[in-house]
């Protein structure tokens, strides 16, 4: 475990430190902070649980039942990420991937949402069982990452 500069609690594990330097997460989630209040306004609740974060990054296959973007579930299922509660996420890595190539901004997006509704992170994403995903969400989600990899991160 390596706790994340520039955050009060926030943690990530991994099993290879060089893998994601906790520095370029903290980058990622700074950018992220500051992409979310500029589309969605501050919020104490979204800034308060991201500094106090869990971040597992691993490269094991996890799989279930879940949702894809639009909303359509689907049973056994391969995840690229999972926000297990509002304040801890896993996300899966490959070796020499950017952190704009993971799920880390999409898992981020649903450990916000979580911190704000307090009851789930919009799992179902656009769908209609869940509320707090919209299409703003995935456009944050796509130029941020794409911000990211112009940074190399």
Same mark, same amino acid.
């Given at each position: 475990?390596?706790?994340?500069?520039?955050?009060?609690?926030?943690?990530?594990?991994?099993?290879?430190?060089?893998?994601?330097?906790?520095?370029?997460?903290?980058?990622?989630?700074?950018?992220?902070?500051?992409?979310?209040? #500029?589309?969605?306004? =501050?919020?104490?609740? !979204?800034?308060?649980?991201?500094? &106090? +974060?869990?971040?597992?990054?691993?490269?094991? $296959?996890?799989?279930?039942?879940?949702?894809?973007?639009?909303?359509?579930?689907?049973?056994?299922?391969?995840?690229?990420?999972?926000?297990?509660?509002?304040?801890?996420?896993?996300?899966?890595?490959?070796?020499?991937?950017?952190?704009? #190539?993971?799920?880390? =901004?999409?898992?981020? !997006?649903?450990?916000?949402?979580? &911190? +704000?509704?307090?009851?789930?992170?919009?799992? $179902?994403?656009?769908?209609?069982?869940?509320?707090?995903?919209?299409?703003?969400?995935?456009?944050?989600?796509?130029?941020?990452?794409?911000?990211?990899?112009?940074?190399?991160?």
């Amino acid at each position: 475990m390596i706790q994340i500069p520039g955050l009060n609690s926030a943690w990530e594990i991994v099993s290879d430190c060089e893998l994601y330097p906790a520095e370029k997460v903290s980058i990622a989630i700074a950018l992220f902070q500051l992409e979310w209040a #500029e589309r969605f306004g =501050i919020s104490d609740r !979204v800034n308060t649980n991201l500094d &106090a +974060i869990l971040i597992e990054f691993s490269s094991e $296959d996890r799989g279930g039942s879940g949702y894809s973007v639009d909303g359509t579930l689907i049973h056994n299922a391969s995840f690229s990420g999972l926000t297990r509660t509002a304040g801890m996420i896993w996300v899966k890595v490959s070796t020499h991937e950017l952190l704009c #190539e993971t799920s880390l =901004i999409h898992e981020l !997006v649903h450990a916000s949402i979580w &911190a +704000i509704k307090g009851t789930d992170g919009d799992p $179902d994403h656009l769908g209609l069982k869940h509320y707090g995903w919209t299409v703003e969400h995935q456009l944050l989600i796509q130029e941020l990452n794409e911000d990211l990899c112009r940074l190399g991160i």
